[in-house]
Nanobody
Framework: QVQLQESGGGLVQPGGSLRLSCAASGSIFSIKSMGWYRQAPGKERELVAIFQSDTTTNYADSVKGRFTISRDNNKNTVYLQMNSLKPEDTAVYYC?????????????WGQGKQVTVSS
């Protein structure tokens, strides 16, 4: 079993910064991707930023240049540094891990962290 422990988030004024962390623990084998999604009220969950297994990163167009994803492989942890936050960034942010074991794929989600951008 795999557990994802998220931390960070909260309330910030427009233009401010926040940092999210997600630490994965348990029986983790071949990580295919690990990163962040978000879901705003009344909207579908969407990709924010993610690491692929070949070390490439993907970002949503709406966050490029403002958000940065990084990772600590030794700790199986990913971080999301969010700068120049806008009200439209308000959402619940979820960590997602996809790994493979014995030819089977497994996807895990964190419990979600609320990010609210408001003056």
């Amino acid at each position: 079993q795999v557990q994802l422990q998220e931390s960070g988030g909260g309330l910030v004024q427009p233009g401010g910064s926040l940092r999210l962390s997600c630490a994965a623990s348990g029986s983790i084998f071949s990580i295919k991707s690990m990163g962040w999604y978000r879901q705003a009220p009344g909207k579908e969950r969407e990709l924010v930023a993610i690491f692929q297994s070949d070390t490439t990163t993907n970002y949503a167009d709406s966050v490029k240049g403002r958000f940065t994803i990084s990772r600590d492989n030794n700790k199986n942890t990913v971080y999301l540094q969010m700068n120049s936050l806008k009200p439209e960034d308000t959402a619940v942010y979820y960590c997602r891990l996809w790994h493979e074991r014995s030819g089977n794929s497994y996807i895990y989600w964190g419990q979600g962290k609320q990010v609210t951008v408001s003056s």
